[in-house]
Structure formats: structure tokens, C-alpha cells
């Protein structure tokens, strides 16, 4: 009697692991803190205060052109997704000068995409579907020129928490070749394969 109530129990534990394993996973992340960004976060802490907010929108609408570089677009409220993915670096505040200068130091980047990003303050999961928001200011490295066409990727949700871009500026090396030539084409940023529908589309359809 007692080796089998033993086995049972050890089965019927061993049954409530799988569970909460597969519970776990189902759940997405665990609601443990991710790193601060460096931006503004918009009052209230909304997608739509945030993609409206004119302090983001002033930050990308003054910003000088750094020196050697040309001006793409301005302002957008999508990240770009050239071809040539060459990373990122989180800025502390929205420099472009900063941001190219990082460029330069990449023998094949020809053009930097900056803007802020809406980010989650915890790991999104089923327990925490929508944290309060961090704004990073990314600028990110591209080996292709970055223009207002492929500058789609207007975000994604991870549960109810919407990841959206505002500020959204770009800049090509003067010296950078022409679209031609580049056999980069496989890269691509990642996050991009997240973007399923036009977000930005879908949060202005839904206002008044
Ligand atoms: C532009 O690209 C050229 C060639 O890769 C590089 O030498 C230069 O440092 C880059 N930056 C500027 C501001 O010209
Ligand atoms: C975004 O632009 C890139 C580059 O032009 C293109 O490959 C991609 O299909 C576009 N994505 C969407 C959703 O339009």
C-alpha cells in the first residue's frame, strides 16, 4: 500500500510540474523588471498620449542633421526596416550627432534610424498584461539607406501592451552609394517578423 501511495504522489506532483510549466509558457513573461529607458514617458501613460505627445514630437522635429549626413524623413511614428540590420544603441537622450558619429564608427553602416521607443517596465505576462511604460531612444545602424518607405514597422502588441514608435527620424551617410549593390538582403531587423498589422492604423481608426 504505501510504495504505491508514494508513486502516486509522485506522479500526481510530477503531473502539477507539467502543468504549471505549460502554464508558464502560455503566460508569456514573468512580470520581473526590464531595464529603464531614457525618455519621457507621455501623461497619461497611454499608446495614444504617446504617439500625440509634443514633446516627443518637438525632440525629432528640432534635432539638427549631424554633419555629413543627409536628411531622410522626420517625425514618423514607424521604425525603419532597411536591409543590413547592424544593431542598436540605447542613446540617454535623442542626439542625433551622438547617434551618427556611433555610425561612423561602422565601416558598413550608411544610415541611422533615430526614435523613441514604448516600451514595457516588466517582463508582459498573463500577470501583468500591461505594465506601466519606459521610453528608450534607439538609434539603430543600418548598411542601406533608410527612407520614409521602408520606415513601415509601426509596432506590435506582447498581451494587451502596445510597443510603438514616435519621434521617428533618419539619415543617410551624403557619401552612401545608392540603393544598388548591397547583397544584404537576407537581414533583417528583429521584431520586424512580430509585425503583423498596421498598429498606428488600427489605435487611429478606433479614436474620435
Ligand atoms: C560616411 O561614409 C564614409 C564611407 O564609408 C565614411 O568614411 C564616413 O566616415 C561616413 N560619415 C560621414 C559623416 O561622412
Ligand atoms: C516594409 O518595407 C520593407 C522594405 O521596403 C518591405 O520589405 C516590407 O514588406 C514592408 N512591410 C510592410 C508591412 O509593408
Request: hydrophobic residues 35%.
Amino acid at each position: 500500500m504505501r510504495p504505491f501511495c508514494f508513486l502516486a504522489l509522485l506522479g500526481a506532483s510530477v503531473l502539477v510540474r507539467a502543468h504549471k510549466f505549460d502554464l508558464g509558457k502560455r503566460s508569456g513573461g514573468d512580470c520581473s523588471a526590464m531595464p529603464k529607458g531614457k525618455g519621457p514617458v507621455p501623461s497619461p501613460d497611454s499608446p495614444y498620449a504617446f504617439l500625440n505627445s509634443e514633446e516627443l514630437a518637438s525632440a525629432a522635429n528640432k534635432a539638427p542633421t549631424p554633419s555629413g549626413y543627409k536628411q531622410s524623413f522626420k517625425n514618423l511614428h514607424a521604425s525603419t526596416t532597411a536591409n543590413g540590420y547592424l544593431g542598436y544603441v540605447a542613446l540617454d537622450s535623442y542626439d542625433t550627432t551622438l547617434c551618427a558619429s556611433k555610425c561612423d564608427e561602422q565601416e558598413s553602416c550608411q544610415a541611422i534610424n533615430i526614435f523613441f521607443e514604448r516600451n514595457p517596465t516588466l517582463q508582459v505576462g498573463s500577470e501583468c498584461p500591461n505594465p506601466p511604460s519606459t521610453t528608450y531612444i534607439k538609434c539603430v545602424f543600418w548598411g542601406d539607406l533608410v527612407t520614409k518607405d521602408n520606415t513601415n514597422n509601426t509596432g506590435y502588441t506582447n498581451n494587451a501592451f502596445l510597443v510603438v514608435a514616435a519621434g521617428s527620424n533618419g539619415y543617410n551617410n551624403q557619401t552612401a552609394k545608392g540603393v544598388e549593390g548591397f547583397a544584404s538582403k537576407g537581414l533583417s531587423t528583429p521584431g520586424a517578423a512580430l509585425l503583423v498589422v498596421p498598429l498606428l492604423a488600427m489605435i487611429l481608426a478606433i479614436l474620435p
